[in-house]
């Protein structure tokens, strides 16, 4: 996968949006707003959730992008690192939220909601039913290197620098979860999973 830019165009937008130059937050926004999306729609399973989600994730980043100072070698990394991060804590953020409201009205006698994934086709639920199984067997190490890699479409360096790992590790934790992730859906389904996309 090509980089969203170079490290010197990074650096160049990075300095704009500090300064809440709107041209450059819409450039950033563009140049992550999918991959962000289908990161957190693989963790939660939920249409408007992610899409909501997502958005927070970017008003996030413009509240805390002048706090950020990526090396001048590694800008992309640094910054899509800090950007999936952002996007773990809103995940977690929702989780932990919505676990108090479940709490909050089964203790009230409430039934809570319980939300629906979304998709086209009955024939894609059914698969995409039996890669998260499979997925949530894997250790989180091994989700998360997936996810980002094929999910987010992080290069491997960009995936190190979000995991805080050598870039080495990245590669053999990639190739033992893929493996892995062959190997359960093949008892799972009697199919293996293409190595080059999880979507």
């Known amino acids: 996968m090509r980089d969203v830019c170079t490290d010197q165009e990074m650096a160049q937008l990075l300095e704009r949006a500090r300064h809440r130059d709107a041209a450059a937050l819409d450039a950033l926004y563009r140049l992550y707003v999918e991959k962000v999306y289908r990161y957190i729609w693989y963790r939660v399973g939920d249409q408007a959730t992610a899409e909501d989600l997502a958005g927070e994730v970017f008003v996030r980043m413009v509240q805390h992008l002048p706090n950020l100072r990526p090396p001048e ?101 990639q190739h033992r979860a893929l493996a892995t992730l062959r190997r359960l859906l093949e008892e799972q389904t009697g199919r293996s999973e293409p190595s080059g996309r999880l979507r």
């Open 73 to 173: 070698e590694n800008q992309v990394a640094t910054f899509s690192a800090w950007l999936f991060r952002i996007a773990g804590n809103c995940i977690t953020d929702h989780r932990r939220s919505r676990a108090r409201t479940e709490t909050s009205l089964e203790e009230h006698g409430a039934e809570p909601s319980r939300e629906e994934s979304w998709e086209p086709h009955e024939e894609q639920l059914v698969h995409r039913h039996d890669l998260l199984q499979a997925l949530n067997q894997l250790s989180e190490s091994q989700r998360q290197v997936l996810y980002y890699r094929f999910v987010a479409d992080l290069t491997s360096a960009q995936t190190a620098a979000a995991m805080g790992k050598q870039e080495s590790a990245v590669k053999a934790l």
